[in-house]
Nanobody, 117 residues
C-alpha cells in the first residue's frame, strides 16, 4: 500500500519557521517535490529535488525555503523560514516512480500551513 504521510504544518506568526516532513512507504517511488495550493488556485511547485540531489525553488520562496531528502528513510523535508502570510496554503508532497517510458506520480494528503498574527 502506497503511503505518503506529510506532517509539520500548523499556525505560525509572520517571520516564523516550520519544517515539513514527507515519509514515503509501500512503493519504490522517491519523494521529489513540494507543492502548495490555495482555494481557487492551481497547485503550484514550491521546491523540487532530483535523484542526484539537485534542487530548484519557486521564485517567491528562494532564500527562505530549503528542500532536502534522507534517501535511507525515503523521507523528504521542507524547511521554511521567514514565513509570510502569502505562504499560507495546503502543502503537498509528490513522489515519482520513474519506469521505462512512464512516470508514476503519487501525492500526499496535504498539510495546512497558516501564517498569521
Amino acid at each position: 500500500q502506497v503511503q505518503l504521510v506529510e506532517s509539520g504544518g500548523g499556525l505560525v506568526q509572520p517571520g516564523g519557521s516550520l519544517r515539513l516532513s514527507c515519509v514515503v512507504s509501500g512503493t519504490s517511488a522517491k519523494p521529489t517535490g513540494w507543492y502548495r495550493q490555495t482555494p481557487g488556485k492551481q497547485r503550484e511547485l514550491v521546491a523540487s529535488i532530483t535523484i542526484g540531489g539537485s534542487t530548484t525553488y519557486a521564485d517567491p520562496v528562494k532564500g527562505r525555503f530549503t528542500i532536502s531528502r534522507d534517501n535511507a528513510k525515503n523521507t523528504m523535508y521542507l524547511q521554511m523560514n521567514t514565513l509570510r502570510p502569502e505562504d499560507t496554503a495546503v502543502y503537498y508532497c509528490r513522489a515519482a516512480d520513474v519506469r521505462p517510458g512512464m512516470i508514476l506520480n503519487y501525492w500526499g494528503q496535504g498539510t495546512q500551513v497558516t501564517v498569521s498574527s
